[in-house]
Nanobody, 126 residues
Framework: QVQLVESGGGLVQAGGSLRLSCTAS??????????MGWFRQAPGKERDFVAA????????LYADSLKGRFTISRDNAKNTVYLQMNRLKPEDTAVYYC?????????????????WGQGTQVTVSS
């Protein structure tokens, strides 16, 4: 069974920062072999791509609108992927999800990801 557990969400004022973490576990799988991604979903909206990172951490992909404010990284020794979010805006308010792509293709497409965490709420007040 695959488990992805996000943490680090919360309430922050506009202009502030948060760092989200996602720790992965599964019997028989080594997460350092797989691409990982972050997505977010605001109430009444579709789930949107935020960022993705290759298995090695050397290649990253971002939503164009978030480049320069958000940074994805990973620590394979800890089976953990991070999302550093800076200069947060009220429109960043959403539930943030991490996901794993066992096909290891760095992609923005929701359907390419195989397992998802339960999400962590990020609320940015103005």
């Amino acid at each position: 069974q695959v488990q992805l557990v996000e943490s680090g969400g919360g309430l922050v004022q506009a202009g502030g920062s948060l760092r989200l973490s996602c720790t992965a576990s599964a019997s028989g799988r080594t997460f350092s072999s797989y691409a990982m991604g972050w997505f977010r979903q605001a109430p009444g909206k579709e789930r949107d791509f935020v960022a993705a990172i290759s298995w090695s951490g050397r290649i990253t992909l971002y939503a164009d609108s978030l480049k320069g404010r958000f940074t994805i990284s990973r620590d394979n020794a800890k089976n953990t992927v991070y999302l550093q979010m800076n200069r947060l805006k009220p429109e960043d308010t959403a539930v943030y999800y991490c996901a794993v792509d066992f096909g290891s293709i760095l992609t923005r497409r929701v359907m390419e990801y195989d397992y998802w965490g339960q999400g962590t709420q990020v609320t940015v007040s103005s």
